[in-house]
């Protein structure tokens, strides 16, 4: 079965500082793989997304993302960090159903 | 319509009753996907149809919760003789079916069971 594990469930970073949020998945074939974020009251808004090709992919907002198949990983990226990319960061691997990790809240320190 | 479209957007019930929860995906969306976010925590999935056939109910929690879609678009999610565990958002996200396509959310449906 699928499934998607974010390690770390809370990370604080200060602004301008870069970030790495991990994601690790278990899945049996070559997987779709996606970040959404969260902003506090808002609804989910897709960061990226990879289906194949180039394992780095460009999102919105700065973001990039490298998948691994080596180490079942797809972890995001930005060189600096801006106070409103304070958020709930989620992963999910699918190719049709779509699962989805914990989460990671990400806090920016002035 | 625009985006995925949920109602209501809020509801408080009584322990006990049964509630209906009503999502609208985008027109022309084949997949269709329910989760529930409890207060902090991360999504989880409850169901996915694709049309109007269910390939995994795995997700629900228990016999009193149910899901249905008909036309290939409208779908409802029931949850019968609530309970206060079941206080959550529920989210519902679509998406067109093929190549290369990502999951559209809606803004959710906050339950409260009192």
């Known amino acids: 079965a699928q499934s998607v594990t974010q390690p770390d469930i809370h990370i604080t970073v200060s602004e301008g500082a870069s970030l790495e949020l991990r994601c690790n998945y278990s899945y049996g074939a070559t997987p779709y793989l996606f970040w959404y974020v969260q902003s506090p009251g808002q609804g989910l808004q897709l960061l990226l997304k990879?289906?194949?090709?180039?394992?780095l992919v460009q999102g919105i907002k700065g973001f990039e993302a490298e998948f691994k198949r080596s180490q079942s990983s797809f972890n995001l990226r930005k060189p600096s960090v801006h106070w409103s990319d304070a958020a709930e960061y989620f992963c999910a691997v699918g190719n049709n159903d779509m699962r989805f990790g914990a989460g990671t809240r990400l806090t920016v320190k002035p | 319509g625009a985006g995925v479209s949920q109602s209501p957007s809020n509801k408080v019930t009584e322990k006990g009753k049964d509630v209906e929860l009503r999502c609208d995906p985008i027109s022309g969306h084949t997949a269709l996907y329910w989760y529930r976010q409890s207060l902090g925590q991360g999504l989880e999935f409850l169901i996915y149809f694709q049309g109007n056939s269910a390939p995994d109910k795995s997700g629900l929690p228990s016999d009193r919760f149910s899901a249905e879609r008909t036309g290939g678009s409208v779908s409802t999610l029931t949850i019968q003789r609530t309970q206060q565990e079941d206080s959550a958002v529920y989210l519902c996200?679509?998406?067109?079916?093929?190549?290369?396509?990502?999951?559209?959310f809606g803004q959710g449906t906050r339950l409260t069971v009192v």
């Open positions: 990879y289906f194949s090709g180039d394992t």
């Open positions: 996200a679509s998406r067109r079916t093929g190549l290369n396509t990502e999951a559209f």
